[in-house]
């Protein structure tokens, strides 16, 4: 079981800068993917970005991908969204998600919703024009 809370939402202005953070509870976090998530108002929840147990491999959506970057500390047991050349359309709530995956090798992680077992609460992003 693993308990995750994230924080650093709020409110930006287009092209400007934050960092989200995924803090997990709980042994065994580099047996976890992780991934996160958003969703805003009258849309489905959708893929941002993952990275696997050891942090061997990342994945983004193309709609971030060159603007965000995902990355974990093992050792705080936490992981990482920064943004950049923040969007007005990447207004939503941001969610970051565990995939229990200890024996799925070191580059694993998945893009579906689906996968992941435990999500966190949300956090609030929006970027002003």
């Known amino acids: 079981q693993v308990q995750l809370v994230e924080s650093g939402g709020g409110l930006v202005q287009a092209g400007g800068s934050l960092r989200l953070a995924c803090a997990a509870s709980?042994?065994?976090?580099?047996?976890?993917?992780v991934g996160w998530f958003r969703q805003a108002p009258g849309k489905e929840r959708e893929f941002v970005a993952a990275?696997?147990?050891?942090?061997?491999?990342?994945g983004y959506a193309d709609s971030v991908k060159g603007r965000f970057t995902i990355s974990r500390d093992n050792a705080k047991n936490t992981v990482y969204l920064q943004m950049n050349s923040l969007k007005p359309e990447d207004t939503a709530v941001y969610s970051c998600?565990?995939?229990?995956?200890?024996?799925?090798?070191?580059?694993?992680?998945?893009?579906?919703?689906?996968?992941?077992?435990?999500w966190g609460q949300g956090t609030q992003v929006t970027v002003s024009s």
């Open positions: 998600a565990a995939d229990w995956a200890p024996y799925s090798g070191d580059s694993y992680y998945t893009r579906l919703p689906g996968g992941y077992d435990y």
């Open positions: 709980g042994r065994t976090f580099s047996a976890y993917a």
């Open positions: 990275i696997s147990g050891s942090a061997g491999s990342t």
